[in-house]
């Protein structure tokens, strides 16, 4: 609300209305078909007045509009500096249970020596899994298992790793091509969003805490 008052614009456009209506809507497992079918039943079992909820939704499109503001001019800094979350790897991963150490090892001098291809290693056995595309699939570097990024971080470009364990399986990988994602439209908003979020989550935490402190007080 104190982010809110400081924008004085109250004209949005339908379309941004919208988004923020499905927004809420997918946030409460409702598809916006549902909602838009819907509206007045859902908006009752929630307790949520029609006056409300666009007060919501013109707070919410406030709240974006002040981040955009704020955090526009420091949007290319702060993507260089919170770059690798967006770099991306294109691997082949072959998976295989850990008692089959001796398929594995096997498996492995193969793709080594270049005997199989990655898209043919299936038919060597039912126990031998391939985790991506045949052509290798993108995957961001933040969003694989901490012993796989560890991996790749050690692999230049057509280098093959020597099995390594991940749960209970052996996993090979291969590392096909690396890029950095350029500094979108998409991105761009998703750092603002994220610079908006972590600024109100500060702010709850330091009015719990005033709170907290409060409260031991009175007791005092």
């Known amino acids: 609300e104190e982010i809110c008052k400081s924008i004085n614009d109250e004209d949005f456009d339908e379309s941004k209305i919208q988004l923020i209506e499905n927004q809420w809507a997918n946030q409460k497992n409702i598809s916006s078909e549902k909602f838009a079918k819907n509206r007045i039943l859902v908006l009752e079992k929630l307790r949520v007045s029609e006056d409300n909820f666009k007060l919501y939704c013109i707070n919410e499109l406030k709240s ?57 290693t299936v038919k060597l056995s039912s126990a031998i899994k391939c985790q991506s595309d045949p052509e290798g699939s993108w995957y961001k570097k933040t969003g694989l298992a901490r012993e796989i990024r560890q991996i790749v971080g050690r692999l230049r470009c057509g280098g093959l ?26 991105i761009r908003n998703k750092i603002i969003e994220n610079q908006l979020n972590s600024f109100i989550d500060y702010g709850v935490e330091k009015l719990l805490d005033h709170a907290t402190s409060s409260d031991q007080g009175k007791q005092k």
């Open 161 to 186: 790793s020597a099995p390594f364990k991940v749960r209970n399986e052996y996993i090979i990988i291969k590392l096909l091509e690396t890029r950095g994602t350029e500094l979108t439209e998409i």
């Open 64 to 120: 974006i509009r002040w981040a955009e503001e704020t955090w526009t001019s420091d949007v290319e800094k702060i993507y260089l500096e919170t770059k690798d979350r967006y770099d991306e790897v294109r691997l082949q991963i072959s998976s295989l249970p850990v008692k089959e150490k001796g398929l594995t090892l096997e498996l492995y001098q193969q793709l080594k020596e270049g005997e199989v291809v990655y898209s043919e």
